[in-house]
């Protein structure tokens, strides 16, 4: 459960939030120091799942053939096949990969998907989640749709999405907390290394969170 550190700044950023014809996000801004970025071991690259989900779409794509591809149709956004990936052209397979949020595919496809799609996915961090023989695709799917990806890159500040403004204020604060607490744990300094954190709406303005 959150501190009342971070659910009081979220209060205070949904209260300060002006008023929009359209639900804003909610962002978490997180600054790092006293790490040398541009060391990729010290960078933050986390695949988060936050407990009270994202409160946004999120648009998954499945690679796959055979029973898992039907399986896939029920969870997915799209299913495709090797043959179908390998058929896409350079704007098509760009035009994808801007609109979709997670990848997952087959372990067998990997080789050709980065094949085919590597130049593409790669700088964008979007290879696809390996999907092994024994995993369910339907519960995978369905856990990507509650997942967050945390990126640093050589950028001492990041922003990650942390739910949507028509979500319990208290939702929010939990999934802040679990992303701060995973932050603490796999930072090399723990808490030490982040400088400050502000939670914000799309429009709205920016509140520390202590």
Known sequence: MADSDIKTAVARALE?????????TV????????????????RVDESIVLPSGTGQETIIVV???G???????????DVLSVDDVADLDDDEAKDMADETDFFIAEEAMMQDI????GTILGPRGKMPDPLSPDDDVVETVNRLKNTVQLRSGDRRTFHTLVGAEDMDAEDISDNID??????????EKGPQNIDAVYVKTTMGPSVEVA
């Open 16 to 24: 300060e939030s002006p008023d929009r014809n359209f639900t804003e």
């Open 27 to 42: 962002d978490l801004a997180i600054n790092l120091r006293d790490l040398d970025l541009n060391e990729p071991s010290n």
């Open 63 to 65: 690679i796959a053939e």
């Open 67 to 77: 029973e898992t591809a039907v399986r896939a149709e029920e969870a997915a956004d």
């Open 114 to 117: 980065a094949r085919h799609l």
């Open 178 to 187: 679990v992303i701060l607490r995973r932050l603490h744990a796999d930072l």
